[in-house]
């Protein structure tokens, strides 16, 4: 019957025709004779569901059959943007679709534009996940994303006066046909409570976690397909509820009030994403959201490996769970309370297969952005959790102790509690205590972990704990789908699509550099690419700019650290230039266009004044008739996954120009760059890496080097 009916679903121009047709009639009950682009961008990604969950449940059930070692990717962010073009060009779908819905009446295009975006993250730690995901799923790994389902993501950016003002995002207010809600996969999650102590059978002193508040997370599944595979991984996002619906305790009592309002404090655990980039903030919802993700996560991850009946030994043999940055730590803290009170195993076997178990990865070295969280705040909210992590801190200080003795500056350095009033938790030493592994995120980057933040941990561990995995960006979303111009020129070029695969493949194109038609078409493809920007420009900010002037970029999240500021210096010294110029001078001088984009964390009071700088200067500057369009600046509102993908394709140069030694990697960096666009920038993160595959004659790096910077904040003084 499987074989009968399982083939129902085909991927020819008809098939989908027939499916949009019943979705539109069924699914959205619509008549046909009625139908705006929205139902058919709903028809479509329906159609386009029904495919892919045939892939996911192929997948999931070979790799339950299988059961090899699975990957687990904890992440408080997975920033995936839109998904209907990405799963239609991953599947291999965009050719018959785009030709089925042409004949419907739509345009591809237009239907494209209807999706809203995931935007379940910051930046770039948030979208680092997504491309990792996409890029398991299309190496064929069996990998797991672990996140939290918010409510609302990342906050909308709208512009007043030329000041940034925040929008809440209803991402979820028309049904979001890209989940899969799992509504018999639920996990009780308790808080607050205390620890008893006992002894069980065989005379062992054990603790048990009792009373509290029980919550439940329900899961919803995201599936992530791989390119010219079959394999389809998941994401499973947890959503929280209370336990029960109504208490009818409360309820007959009269306490209606009380009963619904702890309902709601149960559904505002995964109710926003907090707007922080590179910065820690110490609210307790905050911490209840990484307790609450973590705590159903390892259920879940346990359950499965229970299934297959294998001794705890081989837990590690059987599950990798890698920590995106330390939000995730209380896992660690999570599988230890797991197996010593729950599986009665002993401490020292238990604690070898957790830090077989995890390895983390830091994203930062700035100093405000290191999680640590008051003691009293944990002890309250996770009792048996705090006093765990006691004695992880009591045993490895013992080790340090007794590989390094007499050294107590030492012990105070390294240990896991930072003894002020109140004491913290230092969340980075718990992470790499736990882990077998620590890295880093740009060569650069893992040398300055090393140099600085966990330093005093190489004493103990050495240095082969702690190394360097350079981020990546999947090339399928930021070249074949953000700019199918250029991907078709490479893929003929090459004759095949094997480097959407194998991305070193590009070096083949080394041969071609001087032929004529080749670069014919390659300006062509950076022409429309930035002739499609200008029209978004015209329609987001209202100022018209010229598509044959340069575009000079900056976009990411807006920091101190990143220098925006500086740009728009540079900006406002580039105009005073231009206007003390003869219109003969200016004529020799390239029309530029300065593109800004990027949130500023809500609550940081400077980087939301460089928005409104910037605004001033672009009023400024974009009406001034002297200078005779040589110059224009914009600043797009609402920067997100969707509008990278139109303007990266655009660039001439951008900037990244963080001051050397603090941003960890970047990796918009290197999008700019697979577009074939030049990069202005500093000796910083993945920069440098970069400079050495293309080549310096290729970028323009600047400033001084990181290590020279302390000296140099210090002189000038
Ligand atoms: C922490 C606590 C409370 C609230 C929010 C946070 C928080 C959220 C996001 C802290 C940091 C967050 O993201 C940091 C980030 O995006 N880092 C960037 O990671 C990229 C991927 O590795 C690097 O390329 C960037 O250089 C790095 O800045």
């Avoid at 020819?12 to 025709?17: A, L, N």
């Avoid at 449940?57 to 070979?62: A, F, G, R, V």
Wanted: glycine letters at 6%; aromatic letters at 10%.
């Amino acid at each position: 019957l499987w074989e009968k009916y399982g083939a129902d679903e085909s991927d020819d121009k008809e098939s989908f025709q027939k499916s949009f047709i019943r979705h539109v009639t069924t699914t959205l009950a619509r008549s046909i004779y009625n139908i705006d682009n929205f139902s058919a961008y709903q028809a479509t990604a329906h159609s386009v569901r029904d495919r892919l969950i045939k892939r996911w449940n192929e997948t999931q059930q070979t790799h339950t059959e299988v059961d090899s070692k699975r990957v687990y990717y904890l992440s408080l962010e997975f920033l995936l943007g839109r998904s209907l073009d990405n799963a239609l060009l991953n599947l291999g779908l965009k050719d018959n679709y785009g030709g089925g819905i042409k004949e419907l009446g739509f345009t591809m295009e237009d239907v494209l534009e209807q999706e809203v975006d995931a935007a379940l993250g910051n930046g770039g730690l948030g979208r680092l996940a997504a491309c990792y995901m996409d890029s398991l799923a299309t190496m064929d790994y069996p990998a797991w994303g672990y996140g939290l389902r918010y409510t609302y993501g990342i906050f909308q950016q709208r512009l007043k006066d030329g000041y940034q003002i925040e929008f809440p995002d209803y991402w979820l207010n028309f049904d979001n046909p890209w989940e899969l809600p799992r509504l018999d996969v639920v996990v009780d999650v308790q808080f607050c409570g205390s620890v008893n102590r006992y002894t069980d059978e065989e005379g062992h002193e054990r603790y048990a976690w009792e009373g509290g508040d029980t919550l439940q997370a329900i899961a919803y599944d995201v599936p992530i397909p791989g390119y010219g595979t079959k394999n389809c991984i998941n994401i499973r996002l947890w959503s929280s509820k209370p336990k029960r619906q109504f208490d009818l305790t409360r309820f007959n009592e009269g306490q209606y009030e009380q009963a619904v309002y702890e309902q709601m404090q149960a559904e505002n655990i995964t109710a926003v994403l907090y707007p922080n980039d590179n910065h820690m903030v110490g609210k307790e919802l905050r911490l209840k959201q990484q307790y609450f993700w973590v705590a159903a996560s390892l259920f879940d991850i346990v359950r499965r490996f229970k299934k297959s009946e294998k001794p705890w030994s081989n837990f590690p043999l059987q599950v990798a769970i890698q920590l995106n940055d330390t939000h995730p730590t209380l896992a660690i803290v999570e599988l230890q309370r797991i197996l010593v009170d729950l599986e009665g195993i002993g401490w020292d076997e238990a604690w070898a297969i957790v830090t077989q178990t995890f390895a983390f990865t830091n994203h930062t070295i700035l100093p405000e952005a290191m999680e640590r969280w008051p003691v009293p705040m944990i002890q309250y909210l996770l009792p048996r959790h705090m006093q765990i992590i006691f004695d992880i801190n009591l045993f490895f200080l013992q080790k340090v102790e007794k590989a390094i003795p007499n050294n107590r500056d030492l012990l105070a350095k390294l240990s896991i509690i930072e003894e002020s009033t109140p004491q913290f938790v230092r969340m980075a030493h718990l992470a790499i205590v736990g882990s077998h592994r620590v890295n880093g995120v740009a060569a650069l980057h893992s040398e300055l972990i090393k140099q600085t933040i966990f330093k005093d941990f190489i004493q103990f561990y050495g240095e082969s704990k702690f190394e360097n995995k350079t981020n990546g960006i999947t090339p399928r979303r930021w070249l074949h789908q953000a700019n199918p111009k250029l991907s078709e020129l490479i893929t003929e070029t090459l004759g095949s699509k094997n480097w959407l695969k194998n991305l070193d493949l590009l070096k083949g194109l080394k041969s071609h550099v001087n032929n004529k038609d080749f670069r014919k078409r390659w300006v062509a493809a950076k022409l429309s690419n930035k002739v499609r920007l200008a029209d978004y420009i015209q329609k987001a900010t209202g100022v018209t700019v010229n598509s044959n002037a340069l575009f000079d970029v900056q976009v990411k999240r807006i920091h101190e650290y990143k220098r925006q500021f500086m740009n728009i210096l540079g900006v406002i010294h580039r105009y005073n230039t231009l206007k003390k110029m003869t219109s003969e001078e200016r004529a020799c001088v390239v029309h530029r266009v300065v593109i800004f984009g990027g949130k500023a964390a809500p609550g940081y009071y400077i980087a939301k004044l460089v928005i409104k700088l910037i605004n001033s200067v672009a009023e400024v500057v974009n009406n001034d008739n002297s200078i005779e369009d040589s110059l224009k600046v914009v600043f797009i509102p609402d920067y997100n996954v969707s509008v990278a993908e139109i303007i990266i394709p655009a660039s001439d140069i951008s900037q990244h120009i963080s001051t050397a030694g603090t941003e960890a990697s970047g990796t918009s960096n290197m999008k700019f760059v697979l577009n074939g666009g030049l990069i202005l920038g500093t000796v910083d993160g993945a920069n440098i890496e970069i400079c050495e595959e293309i080549g310096d004659d290729n970028i323009f790096m600047f400033g001084n080097l990181a290590h020279q910077v302390d000296d140099l904040r210090h002189a000038h003084r």
